[in-house]
Structures are given as C-alpha cells and as structure tokens.
C-alpha cells in the first residue's frame, strides 16, 4: 500500500492565473503536514504491532524504559522555500550545492523559465538518487576508440546507422522508507500552487543532518544485515564451491565481486558470481535477485543454478552466455529490422513471464540482455526487481538506469508493470541508434527532459518502417495507462517481422573479435 498519494505536476504557464503573472508562486505546506501526519501514524502502528505480537506469541506486553531513551539526531530534515523570478529568470533561495548541480547541469535558460518546476524535481530526483552508494553510482564512459569501428553488415532489409555510444550504468536506488515490509512511502515532491501575491516559491524538504530532533527509540531490532544473513543460510548450500565446480577462470570482475567460468559435469560451462558479503551495500537486492531467478525459470531468462554461503563469501551460479550482451552488438553494427524485431520479441517473451507472475524488472536495457552464440536472447539482473501484490499494485520507489525510466518514475508518481514496456522502446531506440536518448546529456539534463519531452524523437524516423514506428509509439506512449502491457505487445505486426535468431549469430560474432 501506497504510504501517500503524490501531487500531479504542474506548469507555471498551464496556470491560467500564474501565466498572467511575471512572477509565480510554488508553495506546499499541506503535503509537509501530510507527511508528518503519515510518519506519526507509522510510529503508532510500530507500538500496536508490538502490543499485538506480545499477545500472539503467549506473552504479556511489556513497557520497558528502554524504549523510551532519546536518541541521537535521525533523518532530520528542515523545509527550504525556493524561488524562481520570472522578471530576472533566476531562481531564488536555491541551496548552494542545487546552484552549483542547476549551473553544469546544462539546462538551458529557456528551459528553466518554461518549465522551473519540472527543473526542482529533476534536482530532488537527482540528489535524492545521489545519496546511496558510489557501488551502485557507475558514471557513463566513453568506450576506448579502438572498440570503435562500426561494422557494415551485408544482407536485406532497412539498414539503420549506429552511432557510438558511451555506457550508462548509473543506478539509483530505493530511498523511499518503508513503514513496514508491506508499506512504501516515496519523498514528498514540490508542486504548485496559487498563491494571492503571485510571487514564485518552490517548497522542498531538504536534509539538514546538522540540526538535533529528539526521536523516541523503539526496542532494538535485529540490523538488516544479520537478517539478509540468515536468509541465505536458508537458500544458499553451505559447501565449498569449489569442490563442486572445476577449472574455474575468472573473465571480470565488478564492484561487487568476480566473475567466473567453471564446469561441473559434461563439459558444460556455468557462469559463477562470487561476492564477499561484507562488502555488500545492498545484500537485500542479493536476495531480491535469488529469489527472482529461483521462481523465474524461462527461455527468456538466464537460468538460476544454485548459490553458495561459504566462509562469508556467496556464490551464485547460472547458465553461461557465451555471446555477452547486447550492449557490445548495438554498439559494434548495424542492425536490420527483423533482427531487432527477434530482439524485442524474446524480451517481451521474458517480461510477460515476469510480469504474470507480479514481478517488475525495472531496469531493462541493452546492459542487461545477454547472449548465446547462437542468438538465444535472455535477461538477467534481477537486483531492483520489484513484487507487486494485492495490497500493493503499484510502486514508487526510484530504481533503475536514469536514461531508459519510464516518464512516472522520473517524475515520482505511482507506476507498475508497464514502466518496462517503456524501457523496452528505448532499447528498441538503443539498436536503432546505438544509443538510448539523452545518454550525452549531463545526467541531471537528461532527467529534466525525460520528464518534460515525454516521447523521445528518433534522428532519423524515415528509415524507419510505418510498423516499426508504430510499434516504437506504442512502447513509448506517455500515459502509462494507455501503454500496452507485454501481452498486448505480443500481438503487435512488427514482430511478424523477426527473423531467425540465428541471424543475430554474425553480429555477436564480430563484437566478439573487436573486443579481442
């Protein structure tokens, strides 16, 4: 369940009164009271649970002291009224740290005084993705210009120019607090609102770690860590891997560990990705991804083997992609149509797996499609998926690859299934162009106009096919309510298009030997 219902975006020039104005007003003290009412109902809720699971466990409820020590200062925030003048074009009251992101973001002018709301979001958005760890921050690089070359590839069909393309691997991570196991709560966002002197004020909440609150304590509670722990105790083998697989070569290494290939029986390779657990920022999406793979078994999915717990390492074993991703094809060739037809239609194949069992990717991109060498098309990374239920149909949590979001993650509202449809226009877009949109923007540009852009528009549309441009439209709808789902895509005419996944074999082949 949702902890609270956000506030619809709005323009200064779609307010018939604001437009009028040389100077506007933004202001939100109702959703601040909002939020502190919400955090107030939650510590309530903590003390019935406990009152509630005394007597459900045979034991009188009991009030100690402790619970009641004062602690240090916790997640203290304070509330700063930006600004922005229309006559000057300036934003006012603007916190030093936001001056010196809004300075190189490279928005424009003209874009803050057309849109100066969308621009505060776009900073919170960002600042707010900024906080987790530099684990899961991975800047965007230009690839070594001697991988660089751009193959011709023979054969029939629209023959669609790659650009080059640098990688993008920035995650932002969840930052909403959770309540409970069942109850998400996303940051309150600024919005807009008349006010009588039309002046222009933007209300945000901004940490302020300097400034002490008093918080009243609950009992101490296990730490997350020791309970991820024991949670893989209870699905990973408590065995030495290595007496199990043989020669293993280690082909990479991460932020989070290495990765190896191994055998254990037939000759047939296994991929193993070893990871010291206390090295971990995010063990939860460890577990996350496990229990995904474990439940997820699909053609269309890169198949779960076993993990390992040993002497504080895991190791989690899977099917072997001998092809790597489809991120080394897109940016080495050019592809025809057909073959990003085939492309699509596996992963939707995947998705609407995923999606019938209430389970969102989220961070779908070229990254993290992976290859045989025959074609066979899998997804993979399943850190940032996210289990839909009854009570919680929809999500708010900011996860995934800033340039493949959905607009209404961008912008914080309520999303579901369909964000990865959205992800999966801008992989078509990825194989058309070798790169997703906005990926040379600066990051913080790059969300304002994913927010105020709404669908992106291709370099060349006239290469393209009506069907394949339709299909792109569809993917790429705005309104997720009017986007298909993954069934619905299924049935789209454009993938009676796809050729033999045989026919993506040459292309794997020639990244293959650029990359060597």
């Known amino acids: 369940m949702i902890g609270h219902t956000l506030l619809p975006n709005q323009s200064l020039k779609s307010h018939p009164s604001l437009a009028k104005s ?93 849109n100066p709301q969308a621009v505060i979001n776009a900073i919170e958005f960002y600042q707010e993705s900024s906080r ?69 004020e933007i209300s945000t909440s901004i940490p302020e770690e ?65 990871m010291n657990l206390d090295q971990q920022p995010k063990k939860e999406l460890i577990i996350n991804e ?23 390492d895991l190791w989690v ?18 592809m025809m149509e057909g073959q990003i037809a085939a492309v699509c239609q596996e992963v939707l194949q ?20 992976l290859l045989s060498m025959k074609g066979d098309i899998k997804l993979t990374d399943f850190g940032f998926c996210a289990q839909l239920n009854e009570n919680e149909a929809k999500r708010t949590t900011m996860v995934g690859t800033p340039y493949w979001m959905a607009p209404e993650v961008v912008t914080r509202k309520e999303y ?3 964000v990865d449809i959205w992800s999966l226009g801008i992989l078509a877009i990825e194989m058309i162009e070798g790169e997703p949109p906005y990926l040379n923007e600066n990051p913080l540009r790059a969300l304002y106009l994913i927010a105020t852009n709404g669908t992106p528009k291709l370099q060349s549309p006239e290469s393209l096919s009506d069907v394949f441009k339709d299909f792109l439209s569809k993917c790429l709808e705005v309104d997720p309510e009017l986007r298909p789902s993954a069934e619905d895509m299924l049935k789209h005419p454009f993938l009676s298009l796809a050729d033999p996944l045989r026919s993506l074999s040459p292309l794997i082949r020639a990244a ?3 990359e060597e």
């Open 22 to 114: 040389r100077t506007s007003k933004i202001y939100n003290s109702t959703q601040l009271m909002e939020q502190k009412s919400n955090d107030e109902k939650t510590r309530l809720k903590g003390v019935l649970d406990k009152f509630v699971g005394g007597f459900s466990q045979g034991n009188p409820p009991t009030v100690s002291m402790s619970t009641m020590d004062i602690s240090s200062p916790y997640n203290t925030r304070h509330v700063t009224h930006v600004g922005f003048d229309a006559t000057t074009g300036e934003f006012t009251g603007l916190p030093k740290e936001w001056h010196t992101l809004l300075k190189s973001s490279g928005i424009t002018q003209i874009e803050q005084e057309q």
């Open 416 to 418: 579901g299934a369909k």
């Open 512 to 514: 293959k030997e650029i």
């Open 132 to 200: 987790d760890d530099a684990v899961w921050q991975k800047i965007p690089n230009k690839r070594d210009s001697s991988a660089s070359s751009i193959l011709k590839n023979s054969g029939g069909g629209n023959a669609i120019t790659n650009s080059l393309r640098r990688l993008s691997k920035l995650k932002l991570s969840d930052y909403t607090k959770r309540a409970s196991s069942s109850s998400i709560t996303a940051s309150p966002r600024s919005s807009i609102i008349e006010k009588s002197n039309n002046t222009s």
């Open 290 to 312: 496990i229990l995904v793979m474990k439940k997820s078994q699909h053609p269309n999915i890169v198949n779960y083997l076993d993990s390992y717990l040993w002497k504080g």
């Open 350 to 369: 995947g998705l609407h797996h995923l999606h019938s069992k209430g389970v969102i990717h989220r961070d779908i991109k070229s990254d993290n499609i």
């Open 210 to 274: 300097e400034t002490p609150v008093v918080k009243r304590r609950q009992a101490k509670q296990p730490s997350q860590s020791t309970d991820v722990v024991s949670q893989l105790k209870e699905i990973c083998i408590n065995k030495d891997p290595k007496e199990i697989y043989h020669n293993m070569v280690k082909i990479g290494q991460g932020a989070s560990g290495g990765v190896f290939i191994a055998h254990r029986q037939e000759n047939i390779p296994v991929a193993i990705k070893q």
């Open 317 to 334: 074993v899977m099917e072997y992609m001998e092809g790597g991703s489809l991120t080394d094809v897109v940016t080495c060739n050019m």
